[in-house]
C-alpha cells in the first residue's frame, strides 16, 4: 500500500443510536427512491407502499410513526439487544478499522465523529456532511461494522478524490456508478471485520471485477480510481 502519511490509531466516535424519527424518513425516502438499479419501494409491503404514495416528509409520518411504534414496541428487547451489542462491537473493533481505512485509501479520516441510526428497512443510506449512517436493524449487529465500513469508503472517496481534475471526465452519475463500485476492495482488506463479503449491486459488477484484479495488482487507492475513470469514459465512447 502507497500512503501520504504513517497513521496512529484512531479514536473516532462512533455513536449507535435508534431514532424513530430518522427511521421514518429512511423508509419515506424508500418509497421514492429508485438508486442502484434498485427500486426501493418495491421492498415496502401492501398496502403500506400505497398509502405512502405521493405524501411529503410530514404527511408519511402521519402513516410512518404509529406503524413503527407498534414495531418498537413488539421487538423493544430485540432492538435494545442488538443496540448494546453493536456499540459493544464498534467500540472494540472501529479503532483499528478505522486506521485500516485511512491507510487504504492514503487519506485520514475525514472526520472524528458519526452516527449510526438502527433502521427497520433494508436500506443504509448516508450523510457524508454529517457523518451519518443508517443501519438495518432486521440483519444480524455482527453486520453492521461492515455495513458502516462501506459507507465510510464512500466517505472518504466523496471528501478527497472526487472533485479531483482527474474525475472532470466523469457525469455525476459515473462517479456514483465508481464510488460504489470501488467498495469492493473492502473483499481483500477487511474481511476480519465483516461478517459476509461486500456484494455490490448488479449493475456494477462488470466494472467490480476489474477493479479488484487491479487491485490485487497493485494496492494504491488513487491509481484505482484513475483506473476506474479509464474503464468507464472508454465504456462511454
Known sequence: LKFD??????????????????????WWQARNQISHG?????????????????????????????YLEKYYADH??????????????FDAQSPQALELMAQVTGKP?????????????????????????????????????????????????????????????????????LKEALTVILNDEFLPFMCQKDRGYEIHQELRDELKIFWEQNKDFYALILF???WLTKESE
Open 38 to 66: 434498485v427500486d426501493w419501494k418495491q421492498r415496502i409491503e401492501e398496502p403500506l407502499r400505497f398509502e405512502l404514495a405521493g405524501k411529503d416528509r410530514t404527511e408519511a409520518n402521519v402513516i410512518l410513526l404509529p
Open 228 to 230: 476506474g475513470v479509464r
Open 5 to 26: 502519511r504513517m497513521y496512529h490509531k484512531y479514536m473516532a466516535q462512533i455513536e449507535i443510536k435508534i431514532d424513530i424519527n430518522q427511521d421514518a424518513w429512511n
Open 109 to 177: 479520516i475525514y472526520r472524528d465523529s458519526f452516527t449510526c441510526f438502527l433502521t427497520t428497512f433494508p436500506r443504509c443510506p448516508y450523510s457524508l456532511e454529517k457523518g451519518q449512517v443508517w443501519l438495518c436493524a432486521l440483519w444480524p449487529a455482527k453486520c453492521y461494522l461492515g455495513t458502516f465500513l462501506h459507507e465510510l469508503q464512500h466517505f472518504q472517496f466523496l471528501y478527497y478524490y472526487a472533485r479531483l481534475p482527474e474525475l472532470s471526465r466523469l457525469s455525476s452519475t459515473q462517479i456514483d456508478f
Open 76 to 89: 423493544q428487547a430485540e432492538l435494545q439487544t442488538k443496540l448494546a451489542e453493536a456499540q459493544m462491537h
